[in-house]
């Protein structure tokens, strides 16, 4: 029998932190409890900036499963692309998250913990939940925890769910979610390279989802992403997250803060056959500011710490695990296209390449990166005045048979990462 999920009114609740994506300039050319905390689902407050090892873990399920012995179910773990967490987590918290991963699964609005853990862990604790539910969409607007002041333990978790009424609404959320990921994963062209995977997923996303923390029911998940096509970073993370862990790779998820110090971000890594991790922030692939619904950024695709935190604030760790750490560029996009230039000449035969082989009637934007943002402003600069970019557009409508006559460009400088983007325009 369906139980109803009844809404708890919670002594305190915390303000909700929006995960939030940053586009980039663009500019044209022509129980016995007496204390409790809670934690927002989309809300990390760790603030830590460190980084970690991560070099022996296993995406193989059955590594996990082979001699399980807990009394909840491991379907949590594969669902929602958590082996690497798993993997790291201490037996005491492998208790604790199981319980709690398979409460949300079936609904419940309170968790007792079999094992529990110090009150002063209890915001961490939180968080990790909040961020290990990639796939369960209907997770709470806010966990709370419990804490028995006669022992200073945390003995419970209450659970406070968003737009579901009964247990029954939960089986086509997970159906549905799960139908999108196998039929992206499925539509993978057949004997594509890893990089061609990766672009692959990456470009699905950026393309099909639109950044919103209002629009459709779940903007904060990987649902929102997927099925509904609206979703903020937390969405658009988590979509990257089951993605890659449904195409095989492993995989895992980081937050930190993006260029606003009063909103956590969120982004992904993924552990390649060159036996290093790189960062994907599709979120910030995907400015907001930018209205050209085919346009795809690279800026963020397979990158190491150390570049992402050229514009990030910062990453945060975990106390449960170690994060990973990228320290390789060699998968990154322009280094694989090979659109790195640090001349004009250089600039130029990379832009009539691409204009020449890649520019059709949906794709309609040119990538270079350069060494500086005082190097690429400089060479930008040379290219217009010299009327080679007016070439470049030329050449890219001829090519593309397109049936309108393109005429102007806009131009985005991604100054900290010195990467130039011309987007081809319809004339008006």
Not at 13 to 24: A, D, F, I, P
Not at 297 to 311: A, N, Q, T
Request: aromatic share 12%; proline share 2%; charged share 25%.
């Amino acid at each position: 029998m369906s139980k109803r999920i009844i809404c708890l009114v919670l002594s305190f609740m915390m303000l909700m932190t929006v995960l939030s994506g940053c586009g980039q300039a663009i500019d044209d050319e022509a129980a016995t409890t007496t204390a409790s905390t809670e934690a927002d689902a989309s809300t990390d407050a760790d603030t830590t900036d460190a980084s970690g090892d991560s070099t022996d873990a296993s995406s193989d399920a059955s590594s996990i499963t082979e001699n399980w012995s807990y009394d909840f179910d491991s379907s949590f773990i594969t669902e929602n692309g958590i082996e690497y967490v798993w993997e790291r987590l201490d037996e005491d918290t492998r208790i604790n998250l199981g319980e709690v991963m398979n409460a949300i699964r079936e609904g419940m609005v309170y968790c007792p913990l079999t094992v529990g853990f110090p009150d002063e862990e209890k915001q961490e604790f939180l968080t990790l939940v909040s961020n290990c539910c990639t796939f369960y969409t209907w997770i709470g607007t806010s966990f709370s925890a419990s804490t028995n002041q006669e022992t200073g333990m945390v003995v419970g978790i209450t659970i406070t769910y968003r737009g579901i009424e009964y247990e029954s609404d939960i089986e086509p959320l997970m159906t549905a979610l799960e139908d999108k990921l196998q039929e992206i994963v499925a539509s993978i062209p057949e004997g594509s390279s890893e990089f061609e995977t990766l672009r692959y997923l990456h470009d699905y996303l950026i393309l099909n989802c639109d950044y919103s923390d209002t629009d459709g029911t779940s903007p904060f998940s990987a649902y929102g992403a997927l099925v509904e096509g609206y979703a903020t970073c937390q969405g658009y993370a988590d979509a990257m997250h089951l993605l890659l862990s449904r195409a095989g790779f492993e995989t895992m998820f980081v937050t930190g803060i993006g260029n606003d110090e009063s909103v956590t971000h969120k982004w992904n890594y993924v552990l390649c056959e060159d036996g290093h991790w790189y960062i994907i922030d599709p979120t910030w692939d995907d400015p907001s500011d930018i209205t050209d619904l085919n346009y795809v950024g690279y800026c963020y695709f397979l990158i190491s710490d150390e570049e992402i935190l050229k514009d990030h604030v910062a990453k945060h760790e975990s106390n449960y695990y170690e994060t990973p750490y990228a320290d390789s560029m060699d998968m990154n996009f322009f280094n694989v296209m090979g659109y790195c230039a640090s001349t004009a000449e250089e600039a130029y035969e990379i832009l009539m390449e691409q204009a020449e082989s890649t520019i059709d009637e949906t794709r309609r934007c040119l990538y270079v990166k350069f060494e500086s943002s005082e190097q690429m402003r400089e060479i930008y600069e040379t290219l217009r005045d010299s009327s080679q970019l007016m070439e470049v557009v030329e050449k890219a409508n001829s090519v593309a048979g397109t049936t309108y006559q393109t005429t102007s460009w806009a131009r985005t400088y991604n100054d900290e990462l010195g990467i130039l983007t011309i987007t081809l325009k319809e004339s008006e």
